[in-house]
């Protein structure tokens, strides 16, 4: 059935005073016939959503296009139900406000938006979630029973929902079980408390929505959010739940100490970790190994192993109020013995800077900054120590009882085997000549056994750390409904990893109330699209299972994609991953970026008015271009904009569109990737710099000049740079001359 399409243009913030609004209504009655179109002086108001409203119910509209501010405001205001196809038009932020008032090129660039925006407005469908044959779950699975899972079950329980824990231990408390006593938390923060795991394990128990496996481990874990199905073994036997999301808290363990011989450990008897430390104050005394003889004097080395490229590149969070904490051990013990302590950089953040500044005070601590140059012992296995002291810029020795070495924290989620991911050779250098991504073919660990595509568990973003986009979404892994809290996740103290896991729970909460409503989770929260498989032409290709950034895409044993629309995060790396074109989304596809393109009017080469395309991410460039309007930076007005989910799923027919189109260059802007993989998607960029690779031979065998497109990668908060980005980008283009396929 034909769309009746009503198209509302507003005129407040600047609107009507640059523009012609009854050209720009001229555009949608005489170009597109819509059904209706009006004008309103604050379309935002309650009285200009009346009038859309009111066209909805009565005139039979079905497609509302607004042409006023951008969509990334406004969206409550401006939101019909999934039933209405709705397009924004961004004639504020990307047209008046970064381009001069009543001048032909800004009228022209308005009246193309509207026609790009009745264009995608023609190739979308009302949207309908996503509903599963089987019943969903809302259930938690919290895999880990220390200070973070029990926190996590606790939280969640307490929200209302059922939990499921497991813990591989035969008793819940993980590492706070092996602590003698915790660092103060609470007023006056100087003195050592007791620890309280004991407390939290009785406060868990007490729930009765809570179900509590130990001695127990995942066997593996199959479906999606609201439709995972956990396989549990415990006692030789298996058990199955039925969960909707996973929080992960199995912890860390201390870096191998082994890998430190240059600071004694191994070859001085009496060289020990923070570790040992705790185990000997739970025996009531703490003496040497070598001879049993309670210590009278003790040097504590921090960041031993952290810090350090050859061994742990980070911080390890927790080294520096540890060994203030046991320094007191030792203080408290012997009020005569003498304890020191060498820091690269003391690190004592919030509260702890009070415990801190109280061990200052005593006088038996010595606080030294500096390098250790040696580790020895003496005849009698006293540990002596070299000093390179930064502060005094001298050497200095050190002969101690003891010396206590401060490791690390490594996640857990980086031991384990090695599992392959299950490209062949012969597959992966397939994937190589079809520009796919290089993916990671190896993760370590065996804590969930997914059976994903991709793998059992989920990909490290740095150091083995199963995280995500550390600074948008934390908790968050590459495996959508599976969130990771605690040290596992990153290093981390008591009262951190008490708010990661309740941040963790909270994640996986939201997580299965919109995935039960058909709902993608972050970035795209809300979004009820997902993407729909053509399977008549598919090639079984791989490349949509390969390039899912989120492991969403399964195989059969006929390698046909077997999508999981839970998993999906609507992102559309799929659909620029695929050769045939064959997936798409009903609000999102090929076709549709491609007759937007079409739409674009393109004048032609006498008229001295080039045509650019911007192909800009919606996580971070589009909100930058957004930010040159809000501060009234000016742009090429050549340039039209098309938002796109993903840079990763910029499919290379785009750019023969643009090409055939006339249109004289096409500038592509995403996310800036790197070791941290900022990228919202985490592999878009990174797989549009790859996909562009051979688009510089193409154009050149076409007698196209490579310069015509380019990939520029940043974050939202370099918008200052977009106009020089912008306006050199034009520039080149006016060197390399007009499209010669122009007016064809």
């Known amino acids: 059935m034909e769309k009746k399409i009503g198209v509302y243009i507003c005129k407040g913030c600047g609107i009507g005073d640059s523009l012609d609004i009854e050209a720009l209504a001229a555009v949608a009655n005489d170009e597109f016939s819509v059904a209706v179109c009006k004008d309103h002086e604050f379309l935002c108001s309650k009285e200009g959503v009346q009038v859309i409203k009111e066209d909805l119910a009565g005139d039979g509209v079905d497609t509302v296009v607004v042409a006023a501010c951008s969509p990334r405001v406004m969206q409550d205001v401006f939101d019909f139900g999934p039933s209405v196809v709705l397009d924004r038009v961004n004639l504020r932020e990307q047209v008046v406000w970064c381009q001069p008032a009543g001048e032909e090129d800004?009228?022209?660039?308005?009246?193309?938006?509207?026609?790009?925006?009745?264009?995608?407005?023609?190739?979308?469908?009302?949207?309908?979630?996503?509903?599963?044959?089987?019943?969903?779950?809302?259930?938690?699975?919290?895999?880990?029973?220390?200070?973070?899972?029990?926190?996590?079950?606790?939280?969640?329980?307490?929200?209302?929902?059922?939990?499921?824990?497991?813990?591989?231990?035969?008793?819940?408390?993980?590492?706070?079980?092996?602590?003698?006593?915790?660092?103060?938390?609470?007023?006056?923060?100087?003195?050592?408390?007791?620890?309280?795991?004991?407390?939290?394990?009785?406060?868990?128990?007490?729930?009765?929505?809570?179900?509590?496996?130990?001695?127990?481990?995942?066997?593996?874990?199959?479906?999606?959010?609201?439709?995972?199905?956990?396989?549990?073994?415990?006692?030789?036997?298996?058990?199955?739940?039925k969960v909707g999301s996973i929080v992960v808290t199995t912890g860390a363990k201390p870096y191998d100490a082994k890998k430190l011989t240059h600071l004694g450990f191994g070859t001085c008897a009496n060289v020990v970790t923070n570790e040992t430390i705790e185990e000997l104050a739970l025996k009531g005394t703490i003496v040497r190994p070598s001879d049993g003889r309670p210590v009278k004097s003790a040097a504590f080395i921090l960041c031993a192993g952290s810090r350090d490229k050859n061994h742990l590149p980070y911080c390890s969070s927790t080294c520096c109020i540890e060994s203030l904490k046991q320094a007191k051990y030792l203080r408290l013990q012997d009020k005569d013995a003498k304890v020191y302590i060498i820091y690269k950089d003391m690190r004592t953040p919030g509260h702890y800077e009070f415990f801190y500044k109280s061990m200052q005070e005593d006088e038996g601590l010595f606080l030294t900054k500096g390098e250790v140059g040696s580790v020895s012992e003496d005849e009698n296995k006293n540990v002596v120590l070299e000093v390179n002291d930064t502060l005094l810029g001298e050497k200095i020795q050190l002969k101690v009882d003891m010396t206590v070495l401060a490791t690390g924290m490594v996640t857990r989620a980086a031991i384990g085997e090695e599992i392959d991911l299950g490209l062949d050779l012969d597959e992966e250098s397939a994937a190589a000549e079809k520009e796919e991504v290089p993916v990671d073919t190896i993760i370590k660990s065996n804590m969930l056994n997914l059976e994903y595509r991709q793998g059992p568990e989920a990909p490290p973003l740095h150091n083995g750390f199963p995280d995500s986009h550390f600074i948008c979404f934390p908790y968050e892994s590459r495996r959508t409904g599976i969130y990771y809290a605690g040290s596992v996740r990153a290093p981390l103290d008591g009262p951190s990893t008490i708010d990661d896991a309740t941040g963790a729970a909270l994640k996986a909460i939201q997580c299965m109330e919109l995935t039960s409503k058909g709902m993608a989770v972050h970035p795209r929260a809300g979004d009820m699209s997902y993407p729909d498989f053509f399977m008549d032409r598919c090639t079984q290709c791989k490349r949509c299972t390969v390039e899912c950034p989120f492991g969403a895409i399964n195989e059969d044993e006929k390698a046909n994609p077997l999508p999981n629309p839970t998993r999906c995060r609507r992102c559309g790396v799929c659909m620029g991953a695929c050769p045939e074109r064959i997936i798409s989304f009903k609000n999102y596809s090929v076709r549709m970026i491609g007759n937007i393109i079409k739409s674009i009017n393109v004048p032609d080469e006498w008229d001295e008015k080039p045509r650019f395309l911007i192909l800009a991410c919606e996580n971070d460039a589009y909100p930058a271009l957004d930010m040159v309007g809000i501060t009234r930076q000016q742009i090429s007005p050549w340039a039209r904009v098309i938002p796109m989910r993903c840079l990763g799923g910029l499919n290379l027919i785009w750019i023969a569109d643009s090409l055939s189109k006339g249109i004289d260059g096409i500038l592509l802007l995403g996310c800036r990737h790197g070791d941290n993989y900022q990228c919202h998607f985490m592999k878009g960029s990174e797989l549009a710099e790859i996909r562009l690779s051979k688009v510089a031979e193409t154009l050149n065998r076409l007698a196209l000049e490579s310069d015509r497109v380019q990939l520029i990668q940043l974050q939202i908060s370099e918008y200052p740079e977009l106009p020089r980005i912008i306006n050199e980008f034009s520039e080149k283009l006016d060197e390399v001359g007009p499209n010669p396929y122009k007016g064809f």
């Open 106 to 241: 800004t009228q022209m660039m308005a009246e193309d938006y509207v026609r790009m925006g009745i264009t995608k407005a023609q190739n979308m469908e009302p949207l309908e979630p996503f509903q599963p044959e089987e019943e969903m779950s809302k259930r938690v699975l919290v895999v880990g029973g220390g200070l973070a899972g029990i926190t996590a079950s606790t939280e969640a329980a307490k929200a209302g929902y059922e939990v499921v824990l497991v813990e591989k231990q035969t008793e819940l408390g993980g590492w706070m079980n092996k602590v003698f006593k915790q660092a103060p938390l609470k007023h006056p923060y100087t003195d050592l408390e007791d620890v309280d795991i004991a407390e939290r394990i009785k406060a868990l128990e007490e729930l009765e929505n809570i179900k509590v496996y130990t001695g127990a481990s995942m066997e593996k874990i199959e479906g999606a959010p609201c439709l995972y199905t956990a396989n549990i073994k415990q006692n030789g036997n298996v058990v199955s739940e």
